[in-house]
């Protein structure tokens, strides 16, 4: 929703004062389509080349994820902290090898079925058991498997920052190739100077409308989509952290409860539960 009102506001603005100030939207909105299709055409044709498929796949799904309200929520968090509170006091109390059935199927494990926000998320799932799998098993220690989960992490964060650098790359294609579309309509007016000065000057204002619409699109459209899904993948690395500073933690000796107290603190101050609404939360569940 903020995503939309946002750009009305934008465009409300921006065309507005130019109607107010006695601007023909006519100039506008007859040369829009040519020039769209010049800018955008050329654009979208070199995006293809500069990204290699898996790139171009990762963008068209991020782009809705941008119209969606952020699923990182103080109850996402809350949900997550709270299962692996139980995760880790099931091993506590009855021993590592008591959570191998929920590791090695989680989607048959009473825990995470009670906590379905994070339970059914497949990333979250998959990082949370691989390494309560290689607790279980005892070959690694603690600063080996904190190696390993930043190296995920990494790998992660550039995975989901391919598509926002291709989305900038994109925000700053867009005026050049509307620099494009006005070369063209210059050229395009030279050839008519026999024309008369109102021929000439309609043609003129529909070039500069390349240039105009490749500028708008780039800063007022293109590069605020890439911004806001930048934030949203720092969002779902900063998940990723609690997880591990939690497992970290729970290997290192520390009680269930002091445990997920460390994952709560590397949250966002803006989601982060204080320690009563987890607490709280944690004895509801149980």
């Known amino acids: 929703m903020n995503v939309i009102v946002g750009y009305v506001v934008a ?28 800018i955008f055409g050329g654009a979208l044709g070199a995006f293809a080349v500069n990204n290699q ?12 994820n941008a119209l969606k309200g952020s699923k990182y929520t103080k ?17 506590r109390k009855e ?72 989305i900038a790359r994109l925000a700053g294609a867009l005026p050049a190739f509307g620099i494009v579309a006005a070369v063209l309509g210059v050229v395009n007016t030279m050839g008519s100077v026999g024309q008369p000065p109102a021929v000439l000057g ?37 998940e990723l952290q609690c997880i591990k500073t939690t497992l970290l933690a729970s290997m290192q000796g520390y009680n269930p409860s002091t445990a997920i107290e460390f994952g709560r603190k590397v949250l966002f101050s803006t989601e982060r539960p204080s320690f009563s609404e987890l607490e709280s939360h944690v004895r509801g569940k149980k």
């Open 202 to 238: 309609g043609m003129i204002a529909s070039a500069l409308v390349g240039t105009f619409l490749g500028i708008l699109l780039a800063y007022g459209v293109v590069e605020p989509l890439g911004g806001l899904l930048e934030q949203k993948s720092e969002d779902g690395g900063k």
């Open 95 to 166: 021993g590592l090898m008591a959570i191998e059935k929920d590791v090695e199927t989680p989607h048959d494990s009473e825990i995470f079925k009670k906590y379905s926000n994070v339970g059914h998320d497949h990333h979250v799932v998959e990082f949370m058991t691989d390494y309560l799998r290689m607790m279980v098993s005892g070959n690694l220690n603690a600063h080996e498997i904190e190696s390993l989960m930043d190296s995920e992490i990494e790998t992660h964060h550039h995975e989901a920052h391919a598509p926002i650098a291709a």
């Open 11 to 38: 465009m409300g603005c921006i065309f507005g004062v130019y109607i107010v100030h006695g601007g023909n939207m006519a100039v506008i909105l007859t040369a829009l389509p040519f020039e769209m299709i010049t």
């Open 75 to 91: 109850d996402r968090y809350l949900e997550l902290l709270a299962l692996m509170y139980d995760i880790l006091q099931k091993a």
């Open 53 to 64: 498929p898996k790139v171009l796949k990762a963008t068209i799904a991020a782009l809705p």
